[in-house]
């Protein structure tokens, strides 16, 4: 499943920063605008794997999983 999330990138000086709008804490920054999608992009992808893993502990057992869409 694919899903679309939308970064929020600036160039600050020499940098490029940027955050995934709606995840919290996944922001990077890269000399390049194409090396910071590539870092958010990496970064959302182990952002949501940790997340995932986290909630499927403190379920712990006897759990189901459902799509939910908003």
Known sequence: MQNTYTA???QDGDWWIGWIEEVPGVNCQ????AELLASLRETLREALEFNRQDAIGAAVANYTEEPVTV
Do not use: L
Request: aromatic share 0%; no cysteine; net charge positive.
């Open 8 to 10: 929020i990138t600036k």
């Open 30 to 33: 890269e000399r390049t605008h």
